[in-house]
């Protein structure tokens, strides 16, 4: 029902920066938390930062400082700004969504993205 479309991984050097967006589609009525969280191989995924629908953001402790979540609630996109990156960031990020349908609708259902890689080279 609904699709999160994520862009803009890809490889860069240490202390470089990447700028990840994200794009929900489908039956939307409206959108509460968005968030990033990303997966290394060996690691389950973990949380990156989460952004409400008023701009309150929350971060992980290993990024704060480094990355900037915003998002654009008339375009429903989600973006992460990476600057100062290192090489444990690389990882594939998931974009997240919470979602709901319809004004009739008793619950919010999370969605996914399909993944972007992101690489940091030393």
């Known amino acids: 029902q609904v699709q999160l479309v994520e862009s803009g991984g890809g490889l860069v050097q240490a202390g470089g920066s990447l700028s990840l967006s994200c794009a929900a589609s489908?039956?939307?009525?409206?959108?509460?938390?968005m968030g990033w969280y990303r997966q290394a191989p060996g690691v389950q995924r973990e949380l990156v930062a989460t952004?409400?629908?008023?701009?309150?953001?929350n971060y992980a402790d290993s990024v704060k400082g480094r990355f900037t979540i915003s998002r654009d609630n008339a375009k429903n996109t989600v973006y992460l700004q990476m600057n100062s990156l290192k090489p444990e960031d690389t990882a594939v990020y998931y974009c997240?969504?919470?979602?709901?349908?319809?004004?009739?609708?008793?619950?919010?259902?999370?969605?996914w993205g399909q993944g972007t890689q992101v690489t940091v080279s030393s």
């Open positions: 997240n969504a919470h979602v709901l349908h319809s004004y009739s609708s008793t619950f919010w259902v999370a969605y």
């Open positions: 489908g039956r939307i009525f409206s959108i509460n938390l």
């Open positions: 952004i409400t629908s008023d701009g309150t953001t």
